[in-house]
């Protein structure tokens, strides 16, 4: 099956600008997760969907970070504006529930670097 | 709070040797889930091996096998006869489930070098 795919897997911008992540999960997983990964750390969760609804987004920075997932397919993570701090890996995982708990399936990741 | 702690920042070992990553958790629960992501260069988190709290019996998985410690909050990861692919960070986290979601939190990971 094919895995979980992310794009853009690089970009560059200058602070106070806008960025977009765009993440399509493993076929027939219904959740789906954004991580920040910080050089040097393990990823941190941003945001779960179940489906198409937020399942938790306790730790995104709301005033600066968005996301969405239309149909409960694809999703996208949107940061505007963007800080220096933001530069990190972002992350996309799916998951397919086995048992009692959620296997997650990471993407490559989308690096993003903030000048 | 639910934290998991990797003490060692960087493992190096020689081909076809085996290592031994360490990770500790702290949890208030008894009934939960633990992994072991790699990670390679290419930034690809992949699974590894997965435990459930609730099994008394350590995971195995071809070469990778965990020693799952309920007690001392310990679960460590055994790579026997280590090959040059095996290099990459590897991440121990912890599956917590609150108010309905379910999310890991890693620990800070280990590097590991596979020397030939």
């Known amino acids: 099956e094919a895995g979980v795919a992310q794009s853009p897997r690089y970009k560059i911008i200058e602070k106070r600008q806008s960025v977009a992540f765009w993440c399509n999960p493993i076929?027939?997983?219904?959740?789906l997760y954004w991580y920040q990964q910080i050089l040097g750390q393990g990823p941190k969760l941003l945001i779960q969907?179940?489906?198409?609804?937020?399942?938790?987004d306790s730790q995104l920075p709301k005033d600066r970070f968005s996301a969405e997932r239309l149909k409960g397919v694809d999703s996208t993570l949107k940061i505007q504006p963007a800080k220096l701090e933001d530069s990190a890996v972002y992350l996309c995982?799916?998951?397919?529930?086995?048992?009692?708990?959620?296997?997650?399936?990471f993407g490559p990741g989308t690096r993003l670097t903030v000048l | 709070a639910q934290t998991v702690t990797q003490s060692q920042p960087e493992m190096s070992v020689q081909e076809a040797e085996t290592v031994t990553l360490s990770c500790t958790y702290d949890?208030?629960?008894?009934?939960?889930?633990l992994f072991w992501y790699k990670q390679p260069p290419s930034r690809q988190m992949i699974l590894v091996i997965r435990?459930?709290?609730?099994?008394?019996q350590n995971a195995t998985e071809n070469r990778f096998s965990v020693n799952f410690q309920k007690a001392a909050k310990s679960f460590s990861l055994k790579i026997s006869d280590s090959q040059l692919g095996d290099a990459a960070m590897y991440f121990c986290a912890y599956s917590l489930t609150q108010g309905g979601s379910e999310k890991l939190v890693f620990g800070k990971g280990t590097k590991l070098t596979v020397n030939p």
């Open positions: 076929s027939g997983h219904a959740t």
């Open positions: 435990q459930e709290a609730y099994k008394q």
């Open positions: 969907f179940q489906n198409n609804g937020v399942v938790d």
């Open positions: 949890t208030s629960e008894s009934d939960y889930y």
């Open positions: 995982a799916s998951g397919r529930r086995g048992g009692d708990t959620d296997t997650q399936y």
